[in-house]
């Protein structure tokens, strides 16, 4: 199987943006492309990485964080 290259900042565009509203709302990747201004391949294949290291949950239902990256955002340890 062929690695993907990491797109951090592409990453980082997509855990803040998930993080940043006051609700934990579920998204499709194609609002989260909208959002960030990402094609929405790209934010794909960022989001299936991030799912792969335990950062998102991911299913048909659509993205959100996982509790440990909210509640690490809770702590301050993700700075928004």
Same mark, same amino acid.
Do not use: F, M
């Given at each position: 199987m062929h690695a993907q290259a990491r797109r951090p900042k592409l990453e980082? /565009?997509?855990?803040?943006? =998930? =993080? @940043?509203?006051?609700?934990?709302r579920v998204w499709s990747c194609a609002e989260l492309a909208a959002a960030i201004g990402a094609?929405?391949? /790209?934010?794909?294949e960022a989001v299936r990485q991030l799912r792969d290291v335990g950062?998102?949950? /991911? @299913? /048909?239902?659509?993205v959100c964080a996982t509790s440990a990256a909210v509640r690490l955002d809770a702590l301050g340890l993700i700075g928004i």
């Open positions: 980082r /565009a997509i855990v803040l943006e =998930l =993080l @940043s509203g006051e609700d934990e094609p929405r391949e /790209a934010v794909e950062i998102l949950d /991911a @299913s /048909a239902n659509g």
